[in-house]
């Protein structure tokens, strides 16, 4: 059940309020504060920056640390290549979050101290300016308000006591009327008292009336200079906001990388990797590499060759059991029936559909040389091609 308040408590939120003289003080403190928060504000987010610096450094060393033994795993294939996007993802998220601490420190951490310094000017003997300002606007506009209830309060006070005054002469004549205890000449002087106390309680309350009234006719001219100068405190408190506002959202920015493109693109590729992984792909792989699929020298009846002396004597080198390999002048198109991935420095790579340019013809091992738009040479599986 709700109860009213009592005198005590309306009298304690009266003291409290804005307009009692002197508590004005928190609107003044505020720069104070919004300095320090600014302080506040720079420090939390350095720390934050040597987080970022500290998970960059940590990314590049596992990638590190990694990379020889996952290059050198007996995984093949795309399944290795899926694990290998791992380690480059956090090479390009370490760079990432390196250029997050570098964007919170020199950018961010400086925006706010130069805002402070332009926005907060330090006085000799300490304080700011645009607080003593502010301080200097509310004390002229409440020293005649505070000079009005002090003389209020003086009359108030005067005309409590003298109400009490009253009220006890009141009760000392309605004790004596009709006691037979006390003489009539004591009742008269009682009653006459209390006429006394009566009338002068009449007048210090008009006193304290007309002073009320006068209190009372100031109140809207204190009140406009008072609401002046706070409207000008929270002219300057909206600047601080819109600022840190502003500063903060610019902090959000740099830490908030889900919607960072680079951001994208690195788990986009690492995720297109991941699905990319096709086991048949990579044991037909397997196969054509190293089993029952690889280019072989089946054994064949081998013509003995005598050897062929050119006009000046020399002989041409025995290729024994071989076919001399015919040059093609400007080569056969082919193309790729599935993809091939060279195992040797002198053999050449390709995909599946690939198209590109037969440059000698099979030798007896199976193999070919070939040249693709890019001007990479080098020797391929015969069987994996076909003419265009």
């Known amino acids: 059940m709700s109860t009213l308040p009592s005198e005590n408590s309306i009298e304690d939120a009266s003291n409290r309020s804005f307009w009692m003289?002197?508590?004005?003080?928190?609107?003044?403190?505020r720069t104070e504060d919004a300095f320090q928060a600014c302080n506040d504000i720079v420090a939390c987010f350095q720390?934050?920056?040597?987080?970022?610096?500290?998970?960059?450094?940590?990314?590049?060393?596992?990638?590190?640390?990694?990379?020889?033994?996952?290059?050198?795993s007996p995984l093949y294939g795309s399944l290795l290549k899926a694990w290998q996007c791992f380690l480059s993802s956090?090479?390009?998220?370490?760079?990432?979050?390196?250029?997050?601490?570098?964007?919170?420190?020199?950018e961010d951490g400086d925006r706010v101290r130069t805002w402070q310094k332009d926005s907060f000017h330090k006085k000799l003997f300490g304080g700011f300016k645009e607080s003593q300002d502010i301080e200097t606007g509310f004390t002229r506009a409440q020293k005649p308000w505070a000079k009005r209830l002090k003389k209020l309060d003086k009359v108030r006070r005067a005309y409590?006591?003298?109400?009490?005054?009253?009220?006890a002469a009141r009760e000392r004549d309605l004790h004596a009327q009709g006691n037979p205890d006390v003489a009539i000449d004591k009742q008269k002087k009682i009653q006459e008292d209390r006429e006394l106390v009566q009338?002068?309680?009449?007048?210090?309350?008009?006193?304290?009336?007309?002073?009320?009234?006068?209190?009372n006719r100031y109140v809207?001219?204190?009140?406009?200079?008072?609401?002046?100068?706070?409207?000008?405190?929270?002219?300057?408190?909206?600047?601080?906001?819109?600022?840190?506002?502003?500063?903060?959202?610019?902090?959000?920015?740099?830490?908030?990388?889900?919607?960072?493109?680079?951001?994208r693109a690195v788990y986009?590729?690492?995720?297109?990797?991941?699905?990319?992984?096709?086991?048949?792909?990579?044991?037909?792989?397997?196969?054509?590499?190293?089993?029952?699929?690889?280019p072989t020298d089946w054994p064949h009846?081998?013509?003995?060759?005598?050897?062929?002396?050119?006009?000046?004597?020399?002989?041409?080198?025995?290729?024994?059991?071989?076919?001399?390999?015919?040059?093609?002048?400007?080569?056969?198109?082919?193309?790729?029936?599935?993809?091939?991935?060279?195992?040797?420095?002198?053999?050449?790579?390709?995909?599946?559909?690939?198209?590109?340019?037969?440059?000698?013809?099979?030798?007896?091992?199976?193999?070919?040389?070939?040249?693709?738009?890019?001007g990479c040479e080098g020797l391929y599986p015969a069987n994996y091609v076909e003419m265009v």
């Open 21 to 29: 003289p002197g508590n004005y003080q928190p609107s003044v403190k």
């Open 47 to 72: 720390e934050r920056a040597r987080v970022e610096r500290q998970y960059a450094q940590q990314l590049s060393e596992w990638s590190t640390k990694w990379k020889p033994v996952v290059d050198s």
């Open 90 to 106: 956090a090479d390009r998220l370490a760079s990432l979050h390196a250029s997050i601490c570098r964007s919170l420190v020199s």
């Open 160 to 167: 409590q006591k003298v109400s009490r005054k009253e009220h």
């Open 199 to 215: 009338q002068e309680a009449e007048k210090v309350r008009a006193r304290y009336e007309k002073v009320l009234e006068e209190v």
């Open 220 to 263: 809207p001219r204190y009140m406009e200079e008072m609401e002046s100068i706070f409207d000008q405190s929270q002219d300057e408190e909206r600047k601080r906001i819109v600022f840190l506002k502003q500063a903060l959202l610019s902090i959000h920015k740099h830490l908030d990388i889900t919607n960072n493109e680079s951001v």
């Open 268 to 294: 986009n590729e690492l995720h297109n990797t991941l699905m990319s992984i096709d086991e048949h792909e990579d044991l037909r792989c397997w196969k054509n590499t190293y089993g029952p699929g690889m």
């Open 301 to 374: 009846f081998q013509e003995w060759i005598p050897e062929k002396k050119t006009k000046k004597g020399k002989k041409e080198v025995e290729k024994k059991g071989t076919i001399e390999k015919s040059v093609m002048i400007g080569g056969v198109k082919v193309r790729a029936l599935y993809d091939y991935v060279g195992q040797e420095t002198d053999e050449l790579s390709f995909k599946a559909g690939e198209e590109f340019l037969k440059i000698e013809d099979e030798d007896d091992q199976g193999w070919c040389r070939g040249i693709n738009d890019g």
